[in-house]
C-alpha cells in the first residue's frame, strides 16, 4: 500500500481510536460496587451504630405497649375469649397481628434479636477502647497553661512533690514530668454508661434464657378441687424450647377456700378490698403438706416455680336429671364475669351424656339479685342473694364433629329451645329446680363456689434480670453524674501556674467551682471541712511517676 493509502486510513481510523480511548477512560474511572464484602460490612456498621440501636430500643419499647393495651393469652385467656365475644371481628384481625401473643410474636422476636446483636455490636468495641483509655497514661501539660479555659498562676514555693500530693488527695490520677505535673480523672464516666450498655445486653439475655428454659401456664381451680404441676393438668402451657415434662417441678396443691372482699357501702361500694386463697401445698409428693395464703402480688414459690393469683369468679353447682331419669350432670361450671362491677356472670353447661337428647344451657349468674321492673339484675359483686337464670336448649351438641369448641360458648345451630324463651326467666335461688319441656328432664340449682385462675411460671432469668436492671440504673446515675476533667500544673523559678480543662459538655460551671478549690488548696493547705477532698469521683489509680510517655503530646488540649 502506498504512503498516501496509509495516510488515508490512518484518518479514517483515528476517531474510532479516539472514542475507544474514552470509552476506556470511562471504563477506569467508572465507580466500583460495594461488592458483597462491601455490603455486609456497611450493613453490619449500620446495625451496629448507636442510632440504629437507640431506634431499636424506642420499637422495643413501642412494640411492648400493645401487651398492656390488650389482654394476653399468657396472662389471662378468659379475658381474651371475652374479647372475642364481645368484639369478634375486632377481636380476629387483631389476632391476625398477634395482639394478645404479643411477646411471642415474630415480630416482636425479631426486634429484641436485632437490639440484642446491635447492643452488643456496640458495646465490646467500646468497651476495649475503654479499657486502653484507662492504661494510658494521662498527657503532658501543655506549654501555655494560661491559654486554658481555666487557669491562675501565683507566686509561692510549692514544689512538684507537694502539688502532686494535693491532687492525689483529691483522687486524680498523677504523673510528673520536667518541670509540670499532669491530673485527670473522672473515668467512672465512661464506665458507668458501659455498665449501662452491658447491663441493658444482660437484661435481653437473661429474657432470653428465660424464653429458653422457662415455662408459663395458666390453669384455672375451683375450691375444693386440686392441681398437679404436670403438663396434662395446665388449661394453657407455655414452655420455652428447651423445656421438657421431666423440667417441671413436682408440686401438688388443694384449694380449699376463697375469699374476696369488697367496700360495702359508701361512693365506693362494690370496690375489692381483698383477695385470699387458702391452699395446702405439698411441695414433692413425698413432703408433708404445708398451709399457704395466697394473694395478689404474693405468689407461691416452690424452689423457684411462682404461682400468681391472677383472677377470679363465681362457679355455681347444678344438678342435671335427663328425660330418663338419670343424673346426667352434677357440679360446678366456672363463669365469666360480664359486668366487673356487679359480677354478673355467664355461663354454658353442656349435657353429651343426657337421654333421650343431649342438652345445653346457658345460664346468667346474678350475685346480689334484687328485682328492677320486670327484670332482675345484680348490685353488689359479693354472693349476698345468688341466683341463677336459665336458658335450656335441646338438640346434637356438635360434640362428634371433630370441630374444637370453647367451654365458654354454645353453639346453638343444631340445637332448639326447650319451651317459651324469655329474655328474663324467673331466676332459681339456691335448692330450686327448673322442670323442662318436653320431657327432657330437670335442672337443679344446688350451690355456689368460686373458682381461681392462676399463672404458673418458672423463670432462670428473673434474677439475673432484677441485678441487670439494679445495674443499669447505677451506670446510668454515674454517666449522668461524673465529669471528666484533666489538671496541669507548671513550676518554674517560684512561679507556679494551673490550668484545668473539663472533658465533659456542660459541667464547665461545676468545675470552676472545683478548679477554684484545687488552686486554694495549691497555694496552701485545704480546709480541714473541704467535703470534695474525700468524694469519690471515679478516678482511677495513680500512675506510676516519672517523664511523660513517649507517645505524649505536649500541646494536647
Given at each position: 500500500m502506498s504512503a498516501p493509502d496509509d495516510l488515508a486510513s490512518a484518518v479514517r481510523d483515528e476517531p474510532a481510536a479516539q472514542e475507544q480511548a474514552e470509552q476506556q477512560a470511562q471504563e477506569r474511572?467508572?465507580?466500583?460496587?460495594?461488592?458483597?464484602?462491601?455490603?455486609?460490612?456497611?450493613?453490619?456498621?449500620?446495625?451496629?451504630?448507636?442510632?440504629?440501636?437507640?431506634?431499636?430500643?424506642?420499637?422495643?419499647?413501642?412494640?411492648?405497649?400493645?401487651?398492656?393495651?390488650?389482654p394476653q393469652r399468657s396472662v389471662d385467656p378468659g379475658r381474651v375469649a371475652q374479647y372475642f365475644k364481645n368484639n369478634p371481628t375486632q377481636a380476629k384481625w387483631l389476632d391476625r397481628f398477634w395482639l394478645f401473643d404479643v411477646f411471642s410474636s415474630p415480630w416482636f422476636a425479631a426486634i429484641y434479636?436485632?437490639?440484642?446483636?446491635?447492643?452488643?455490636?456496640?458495646?465490646?468495641p467500646r468497651a476495649l477502647t475503654h479499657?486502653?483509655?484507662?492504661?494510658?497514661?494521662?498527657?503532658?501539660?501543655?506549654?501555655?497553661?494560661?491559654?486554658?479555659?481555666?487557669?491562675?498562676?501565683?507566686?509561692?514555693?510549692?514544689?512538684?512533690?507537694?502539688?502532686a500530693a494535693a491532687l492525689r488527695r483529691r483522687r486524680f490520677r498523677v504523673v510528673t514530668g520536667d518541670g509540670w505535673v499532669s491530673a485527670e480523672k473522672g473515668y467512672l464516666r465512661e464506665t458507668g454508661n458501659l455498665?449501662?450498655?452491658?447491663?441493658?445486653?444482660?437484661?435481653?439475655?437473661?429474657?432470653?434464657?428465660?424464653?429458653?428454659?422457662?415455662?408459663?401456664?395458666?390453669?384455672?381451680?375451683?375450691?375444693?378441687?386440686?392441681?398437679?404441676?404436670a403438663v396434662a393438668a395446665y388449661d394453657r402451657f407455655m414452655p420455652g424450647s428447651r423445656v421438657t415434662a421431666e423440667s417441671l417441678e413436682p408440686f401438688s396443691f388443694t384449694l380449699k377456700d376463697f375469699q374476696a372482699s369488697y367496700v360495702a357501702a359508701g361512693e365506693k361500694q362494690g370496690q375489692p378490698l381483698d383477695y385470699l386463697a387458702k391452699l395446702t401445698v405439698q411441695d414433692s409428693p413425698t413432703?408433708?403438706?404445708?398451709?399457704?395464703?395466697?394473694?395478689?402480688?404474693?405468689?407461691?414459690?416452690?424452689?423457684?416455680?411462682?404461682?400468681?393469683?391472677?383472677?377470679?369468679?363465681?362457679?355455681?353447682?347444678?344438678?342435671v336429671t335427663d328425660g330418663k331419669g338419670q343424673v346426667a350432670y352434677d357440679g360446678p361450671v366456672p363463669c365469666l364475669a360480664g359486668d366487673q362491677a356487679t359480677y354478673t356472670s355467664e355461663c354454658v353447661i353442656k349435657v353429651p351424656d343426657a337421654q333421650p337428647t343431649q342438652l345445653g344451657f346457658l345460664a346468667r349468674f346474678l350475685p346480689t339479685t334484687v328485682p328492677n321492673g320486670d327484670a332482675w339484675v345484680s348490685i353488689f359483686p359479693g354472693a349476698a342473694n345468688p341466683t341463677v337464670q336459665v336458658f335450656p336448649f335441646g338438640g346434637d351438641l356438635g360434640l362428634k364433629s371433630g370441630q374444637p369448641q370453647s367451654v365458654y360458648q354454645l353453639d346453638t345451630t343444631n340445637l332448639k329451645p326447650l319451651g317459651k324463651m324469655s329474655a328474663q326467666p324467673t331466676?332459681?335461688?339456691?335448692?330450686?329446680?327448673?322442670?323442662?319441656?318436653?320431657?327432657?328432664?330437670?335442672?337443679?340449682?344446688?350451690?355456689?363456689?368460686?373458682?381461681?385462675?392462676?399463672?404458673?411460671?418458672?423463670?432462670?432469668?428473673?434474677?439475673?434480670?432484677?441485678?441487670?436492671?439494679a445495674a443499669a440504673v447505677i451506670g446510668l446515675v454515674l454517666s449522668l453524674t461524673i465529669r471528666r476533667r484533666r489538671v496541669w500544673v507548671?513550676?518554674?523559678?517560684?512561679?507556679?501556674?494551673?490550668?484545668?480543662?473539663?472533658?465533659?459538655?456542660?459541667?464547665?460551671?461545676?468545675?470552676?467551682?472545683?478548679?477554684?478549690?484545687?488552686?486554694?488548696?495549691?497555694?496552701?493547705?485545704?480546709?480541714?471541712?473541704?467535703?470534695?477532698?474525700?468524694?469519690?469521683?471515679?478516678?482511677?489509680?495513680?500512675?506510676?511517676?516519672g517523664n511523660a510517655a513517649p507517645g505524649a503530646r505536649p500541646d494536647e488540649e
Open positions: 474511572t467508572k465507580p466500583v460496587g460495594l461488592g458483597p464484602v462491601g455490603w455486609m460490612r456497611w450493613t453490619w456498621r449500620t446495625l451496629t451504630s448507636m442510632r440504629t440501636a437507640l431506634i431499636l430500643l424506642f420499637l422495643f419499647a413501642l412494640g411492648s405497649v400493645p401487651g398492656s393495651v390488650y434479636l436485632l437490639l440484642f446483636i446491635s447492643l452488643a455490636g456496640c458495646v465490646f479499657i486502653k483509655e484507662i492504661r494510658r497514661r494521662p498527657p503532658a501539660a501543655p506549654r501555655n497553661l494560661l491559654r486554658l479555659p481555666h487557669s491562675e498562676a501565683f507566686e509561692g514555693g510549692l514544689t512538684l512533690e507537694e502539688a455498665l449501662f450498655h452491658v447491663a441493658l445486653l444482660v437484661l435481653l439475655f437473661a429474657v432470653g434464657a428465660g424464653g429458653l428454659f422457662g415455662y408459663r401456664g395458666n390453669v384455672l381451680v375451683v375450691e375444693g378441687d386440686g392441681f398437679s404441676n413432703a408433708a403438706p404445708r398451709e399457704v395464703d395466697l394473694k395478689v402480688n404474693d405468689p407461691l414459690d416452690v424452689n423457684g416455680t411462682l404461682t400468681y393469683l391472677i383472677g377470679h369468679g363465681y362457679a355455681p353447682t347444678f344438678r331466676p332459681l335461688n339456691v335448692g330450686e329446680t327448673k322442670e323442662l319441656a318436653d320431657g327432657a328432664g330437670k335442672i337443679q340449682f344446688t350451690g355456689v363456689k368460686e373458682w381461681i385462675s392462676l399463672q404458673i411460671t418458672y423463670d432462670p432469668g428473673r434474677e439475673p434480670a432484677l441485678l441487670a436492671a507548671r513550676v518554674k523559678d517560684g512561679t507556679v501556674t494551673v490550668g484545668g480543662l473539663t472533658r465533659t459538655e456542660g459541667g464547665g460551671a461545676a468545675f470552676a467551682e472545683e478548679f477554684t478549690q484545687i488552686v486554694t488548696a495549691l497555694r496552701g493547705d485545704p480546709p480541714a471541712d473541704d467535703p470534695s477532698a474525700d468524694k469519690p469521683d471515679g478516678g482511677a489509680p495513680d500512675a506510676p511517676t
